[in-house]
C-alpha cells in the first residue's frame, strides 16, 4: 500500500521541465501554468523587476510563492 501511496504523490508533483528557469522571475513576469488538470501560479515575491540591480540585490527580502 505504502508504495501505491507514494506513486499517487509523486504523480502529484509539477515536473521541473514545465517551469521557467530563475531568470524569468528576476524580470517580475509570473508564471501561470497547469500540470493535470490542476492551475499553479509561480512567482517572485515582491513582484518587481530586479534585472537592473545589483546582483547582491535580487534575493534581499524576495521569496518565491506557489498559488494551486
Same mark, same amino acid.
Given at each position: ?8 504523490? %509523486? ?19 509570473? /508564471? *501561470? ?9 509561480? %512567482? ?19 521569496? /518565491? *510563492?506557489?498559488?494551486?
Amino acid at each position: 500500500m505504502e508504495s501505491i501511496e507514494k506513486k499517487e504523490e %509523486s504523480d502529484r508533483e509539477i515536473p521541473l521541465s514545465e517551469l521557467y528557469s530563475y531568470t524569468h522571475y528576476l524580470y517580475g513576469e509570473a /508564471f *501561470l501554468g497547469s500540470h493535470q488538470g490542476m492551475r499553479f501560479r509561480l %512567482s517572485r515575491e515582491p513582484l518587481e523587476n530586479v534585472t537592473f540591480r545589483k546582483k547582491e540585490e535580487w534575493a534581499k527580502d524576495a521569496r /518565491f *510563492l506557489l498559488y494551486i
